[in-house]
């Protein structure tokens, strides 16, 4: 089977995973440490606006906290948004605004935004879909203007930049996530950012209990060191060390996993720029990078899911992401979404990662031709 998403781990991680053994210390220690600086080097922002967390849905959780989002606010965010995102907001007691996306980049733009602004809205949430960074110039302008908060669900954009900068450092807070399934891997583990530090100061003791004073290896105590007192009645959401061995390497490996990805990404292009019956993802904007995490076509006709089934009776796994939160019925959610409709309904993801051969991509292609010839799609 082709997969569709793939992690590409080896000898390095084990190595270090092999360190953290040896060491003694299996908790968040001196690995994190080294993810933290390296990754806020990355995005080239100041170490102090950044920290590690078990996973990104504990980041989209912890959002609410920290811009104090609850009953009788709104967050708006597109439908075509990650299922923890949709379930932060509606477990914080606030209510889950749903706007349309663009029905080519499923990526929000700010006329979608907009339409849904009242004067509850308190944040946008927003994700840059596959990789493609969102038009942040007009969504910023737009949050300026009604004092919004700028949430970035950075986890499917690790190395996106915008105009410079990365993706998830341009609104207030981003997040990005290092699950199985992402591009950076380390089985469970995402990094936060704040624009504001003192931000960070808060969310990182809201992940671990609301403690004042730190325990363990950062412990600097003299004395007593089993006194503690709390400011918030936080969770316990770390990242440990083990994980942290495997982000490490990975995060070396990262330009090398975006080449790969670039590379596959044109190769599709090339070769269905002849499928009349396929739309491709639209080229990128001049001053934008992308981290290629998806690469998704639009069948134009409605025969998609057919495509889906062929596919996978032959061997490759293709998938749709994010199925529309308004088509989740205990958001309860009304209103039309005719893009993310449209989206819904000719969306598929195919085969892409860093393990991925061109020959496996040679045989997608030639699948994909196949099912338009028996089809007779390109009459
Ligand atoms: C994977 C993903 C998440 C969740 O990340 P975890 O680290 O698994 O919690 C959030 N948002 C998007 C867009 C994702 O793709």
New binding site residues.
Partial sequence: MINVFQPSLGAEELARIKGVFESNWLGKGKLNDEFELGFAAHLKVDRKHVFTTN????G?FASMHMFDIGPGDEVIMPTIS?V??GNAVCASGAKLALCDVDPRTLNVRARDIETKITPNTKAIML?HYGGVPCEMDEIMALAEKHHLYVIE?S??SVSSTYKGQACGTIGDMGMW???A??ILVCG?G?MLYFRDPELKVKAEKWLYFGLESKSGYSNSVDKKWWEYDVSSFGHRAIMNDITAAMAVEQLKKLPGFITKRKAIHEEYDRLLADVSWLDTPLPLAADCTSSYYFYHVQVKKAQRDDLAKYLREHGVYTTF??FPLHRVSRYEIKGNFPNADYAAEHTLCLPLHQSLSMEDVATVVRLIHEFGRINHLNE
Avoid: T
């Avoid at 996973?55 to 504990?58: P, Y």
């Fill in positions: 996973c990104c849905s504990e989209l990650f923890g995102a994700i669900d986890a499917c996530s290092f699950d399934m992402k469970d995402s992401r994010y």
